[in-house]
């Protein structure tokens, strides 16, 4: 009759580290949803609300071609940009109502995301496998910041509401192309040794040169200087919820332990 195997050390040390793991990252995420939140209500939300009553003012944007038509953006998502629905609207679906019921629906889906980007920053530091503090996680925020805004926006720059976009399956596959090549060209250049750490140079590169996909036609209901405004408002709401994620990553991962 076959033994039962028993728990070896490297099991329960496992399962210790996936714990650890999952406790820092909730309350890494956590923290930084709320500070992307109150970010977004000071700079960002204010700015997506001006450019509602343009594109509301805008009779002709219903009508307009799918490839050129105006799309509506989330409240400042931060992985990766203003997040965009690429369907018409039935006026009579459900929305949360402006204020609190907003603001509170943002708070829990910026937390979620937090969550959710703090897993995948954890297990990275983990995988290192060297000392961690808030001030080594801001390192990993920082390259978390570059990987899934800056690159990113290089092609496809955060939009207002009301403004034209190529096809919403080319973006999210290029954005998705870009954030892995950026990833893996800062992985190159940061941890490998020898001549193929340059092989990093390439990847960032080569995103930028394919190309991100555009509209037929550039359009938008927004004055430019609210789109303007709108770009430099949304990168420092990212900067500042992926530095505190990364300075919390590291600080909870290393008193998990």
């Known amino acids: 009759m076959p033994l039962s195997a028993s728990p070896t050390a490297s099991d329960s040390f496992s399962l210790g580290t996936f714990k650890r793991i999952v406790l820092a990252a909730v309350l890494a995420g956590s923290v930084a949803g709320v500070a992307l939140t109150a970010v977004q209500g000071m700079q960002v939300v204010p700015l997506i609300l001006q450019a509602e009553v343009y594109e509301a003012a805008a009779p002709d944007a219903a009508q307009a071609p799918e490839a ?24 009579n679906a459900w929305q949360p109502e402006d204020g609190v019921e907003r603001t509170a629906y943002t ?15 954890i ?43 190529a096809a919403l399956g080319d973006r999210q596959l290029w954005w998705a192309g ?36 555009q509209p037929v036609v550039h359009s938008s209901t927004a004055p430019q200087e609210l789109a303007r405004a709108f770009v430099f408002a949304t990168a420092i709401a990212n900067a500042a919820f992926w ?4 300075a919390c990553a590291g600080h909870f991962y290393k008193k998990a332990a």
């Open 243 to 246: 530095l505190c994620l990364g």
């Open 178 to 213: 870009t954030a892995a090549c950026t990833a893996g060209g800062l992985a190159l250049l940061s941890f490998a040794r020898g001549g193929i750490r340059w092989a990093g140079l390439a990847l960032l590169a080569l995103p930028h040169l394919i190309g991100a996909p």
């Open 68 to 91: 050129a038509r105006p799309h509506e953006h989330a409240e400042a998502q931060p992985a990766a940009h203003e997040h965009e629905d690429d369907h018409h609207h039935d006026a």
């Open 123 to 165: 297990a990275c530091i983990s995988l290192r496998d060297r000392p961690t503090t808030w001030r080594s996680g801001l390192l990993w925020g920082l390259g978390g910041y570059l990987t899934f805004f800056v690159a990113p926006s290089l092609g496809l720059p955060p939009e207002v509401p009301g403004t034209a976009g």
């Open 107 to 121: 708070a829990l889906a910026n937390i979620s995301l937090g969550v959710g980007f703090a897993l995948l920053l």
